[in-house]
């Protein structure tokens, strides 16, 4: 038996936003609202197509023009952070789903949640940068956190079922060690933005693209996965599978590893986070495991890419230290796509964050300040 869930879409437009949108479609789920940052044109096609009864850009400009533009429906459109905080926090709503990029996608977050609304989360950056707050927000109203990024849903999939002792001694992501795997520092050096942007199994928005070539992404998951599953960081390892078919691991204390499988498609777990905890058919492709016949594993690079225990770090520091890296981050990867520093800066630049003392996180005031602060930090060069 199918079960419709009513749709509130952050970040509709991006590379999740729009395979979120094909999901919805193929499940017949309604869309109840859609919000962007600035590309009107293609909101306003999605806008025609899935006729929500709101929309939001966070681009005040932005929100002006696509009000003008979809003036002959029945759509009402707000604008700036508050409008898609109010989208986020719709009492119609069955699930918000955010894949927004970046820690713009926090306040959003913090609001679905307060407004009881179970939250499908792509935007990792609001864990990394809000862990706690965000973790025990979701528990005091009493609605889930479900992962859409593929390795968290890997665990989430694998630790359904699993008993109310869940033993577990770790949890094992992989990471396919992006466009630079094999490669030194000193290669490193000269790449330019196109390179870092050519990644060889997944097809994702800039900012993330260029995380993985960095292997920010996976200390940024380590993070994630510290709050979604409440693992300390010593017993979450990183393993590089080239492949990008297993999708995680976890471990019991009986050594009995479980991973979850399947052709690299984000479509997978976007669906089980919209349908959970029911499984539906997917239009992604079937796994065929004798196509593919060799899967291979390696110890991840840390000197080459030293983001990851630079995550690992940040996680130990606490407070608003993990914020205040991921901001540095976001700042640092914006000025490498302008061509403005060069690739190794990027690591640099947020590991210069941990020279500095970090205030204690207890609101959502506090995550915002480092967050400012650390963007000016590297403004400043
Ligand atoms: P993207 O750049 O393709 O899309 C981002 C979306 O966010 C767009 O709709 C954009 O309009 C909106 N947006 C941008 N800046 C905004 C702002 N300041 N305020 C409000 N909205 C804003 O990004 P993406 O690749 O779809 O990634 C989205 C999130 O999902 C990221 O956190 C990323 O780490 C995570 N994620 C992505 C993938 C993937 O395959 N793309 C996989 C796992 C996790
Ligand atoms: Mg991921």
Same mark, same amino acid.
């Given at each position: 038996m199918s079960e419709t869930k009513r749709l509130v879409l952050l970040g509709s437009t991006g590379s999740i936003g729009t395979q979120a949108l094909d999901v919805a479609e193929k499940l017949g789920y309604p869309v109840l609202a859609l919000t962007a940052h600035r590309q009107v044109d293609v909101i306003e096609a999605q806008i025609r197509k899935f006729r929500p009864r709101y929309a939001a850009m966070s681009d005040k400009n932005a929100a002006a023009d696509l009000k003008a533009r979809v003036a002959d429906l029945p759509v009402t459109v707000l604008s700036g952070a508050e409008g898609?905080?109010?989208?986020?926090?719709?009492?119609?709503?069955?699930? &918000?789903?955010?894949?927004? =990029?970046? &820690?713009?996608?926090?306040?959003?977050?913090?609001?679905?949640?307060?407004?009881? /609304?179970? =939250?499908?989360?792509?935007?990792?950056?609001?864990?990394?940068?809000?862990?706690?707050?965000?973790?025990?927000?979701?528990?005091? /109203?009493?609605?889930?956190?479900?992962?859409?990024?593929?390795? /968290?849903?890997?665990?989430?999939?694998?630790?359904?079922?699993?008993?109310?002792?869940?033993?577990?001694?770790?949890?094992?992501?992989?990471?396919?060690?992006?466009?630079?795997?094999?490669?030194?520092?000193?290669?490193?050096?000269?790449?330019?933005?196109?390179?870092?942007?050519?990644?060889?199994?997944?097809? %994702?928005?800039?900012?993330?693209? !260029?995380?993985?070539?960095? %292997?920010?992404?996976?200390?940024?998951?380590? !993070?994630?996965?510290?709050?979604?599953?409440?693992?300390?960081?010593?017993?979450?390892? !990183?393993? &590089? /599978?080239?492949?990008?078919?297993?999708?995680?691991?976890?471990?019991?204390?009986?050594?009995?590893?479980?991973?979850?499988?399947?052709?690299?498609? %984000?479509? !997978?777990?976007?669906?089980?986070?919209?349908?959970?905890?029911?499984?539906?058919?997917?239009?992604a492709e079937t796994l065929s495991l004798a196509e593919i016949g060799t899967l291979t594993f390696f110890e991840p690079d840390n000197v080459t890419f030293p983001a990851m225990d630079l995550c690992r770090r940040a996680l130990t520091v606490g407070g608003t230290a993990p914020a205040a890296v991921n901001a540095a981050n976001e700042a640092a990867v914006a000025l490498f796509l302008k061509g403005e520093i060069g690739f190794l800066d990027i690591t640099a630049k947020a590991a210069r964050m941990l020279a500095y003392t970090w205030p204690a996180l207890n609101s959502l005031d506090d995550v915002l300040a480092a967050d400012r602060e650390a963007r000016e930090l590297v403004q400043k060069g």
């Open positions: 898609l905080c109010e989208l986020a926090a719709l009492p119609e709503a069955d699930v &918000v789903l955010n894949a927004i =990029v970046g &820690v713009a996608g926090l306040r959003p977050t913090m609001a679905a949640l307060t407004a009881g /609304h179970d =939250v499908a989360l792509a935007n990792k950056e609001t864990l990394v940068a809000g862990g706690a707050l965000v973790t025990e927000t979701a528990k005091a /109203h009493g609605v889930r956190l479900l992962p859409v990024d593929s390795e /968290h849903s890997a665990i989430f999939q694998c630790l359904q079922g699993a008993p109310v002792e869940r033993a577990l001694k770790r949890v094992i992501l992989t990471a396919s060690g992006g466009p630079f795997f094999g490669k030194t520092r000193e290669q490193l050096a000269d790449v330019t933005a196109a390179d870092a942007l050519r990644h060889p199994n997944w097809d %994702m928005g800039a900012k993330i693209t !260029i995380d993985s070539a960095t %292997m920010m992404n996976k200390g940024l998951e380590l !993070i994630e996965a510290r709050w979604l599953f409440d693992m300390p960081p010593e017993k979450i390892d !990183i393993v &590089v /599978h080239r492949e990008s078919i297993i999708h995680s691991l976890i471990e019991y204390d009986d050594n009995a590893v479980l991973a979850q499988l399947g052709l690299p498609d %984000m479509r !997978i777990p976007i669906q089980y986070a919209l349908t959970y905890p029911r499984r539906v058919a997917s239009p």
